[in-house]
């Protein structure tokens, strides 16, 4: 089982650093149903939602660390957004307990499909700033629409990668390999509370979070490596296959 784990988290951790999400929309449904079909044994899905959280927190800060170096990291957006989104999925994460399930699946769903609707789109902007230039984006949508963002995703327990990557590039108007790194910085930001609660609450055992971490903190590290050698066209059209893939399983089970 701790081999799978591990495994599972290595290549969900490639595609978080490659791509810059955070990862629970892969591992969720990877944690969930491959040990089973491995016949290694299966996890709940408390259980499953709890290394979810571990492996978007430690995907994020190998994967920013690589970004960062490679200066596709812009700090201001990551507080801003940052910020909105942490206290946007703490607000949602309170209220989730008291929304039905099958709305939660629709919010998810919707979501889903309208990230795959924006990777659709021709960005405004593939030039990075210069050295030592900050990068101009409007304050205003990096923070109140984010913030609603976040409320949804702590609604349906998401860290929001997903969405937040063609948000920064087809709204924020940010380069596609600066919206990858600063996506990330916010998703480490945004999981940190999701985080506490599932220590608070007893839902993370410690031997396979280790396993997971293992796999998560080297795949997202390589996924970072990667992404700088791959055209910013092919990374979206990459995002827009896994998005797309994750909304029609969602809206299958939904209409179902």
Known sequence: ??????????????????LGIGGAVIMIPLLFYVPELLGVGSLGMKEVTGLSIVHVLAASISATIVHSRQRNVSRDLVVLAGSSMLAGSFLGGILSGYVPDRILLGVYAILATLAFGMLLSRPRREVAPQSGEALSFSRLLATVPLLALGLLMGLIGAGGGFMLMPYMVYVLGTPTRLAIGSALGVSLLSSLGGFAGKVAASQISLPPAIALVSGAVPGAYLGGLVSRRCAPRTLRAILAFVVLTVAVRVWYDLLG
Do not use: N, Q, T, V
Not at 8 to 14: E, H, L, Q, R, V
């Open 1 to 18: 089982m701790l081999a799978a784990i591990g495994g599972i988290a290595a290549f969900g951790g490639f595609l978080s650093g490659l």
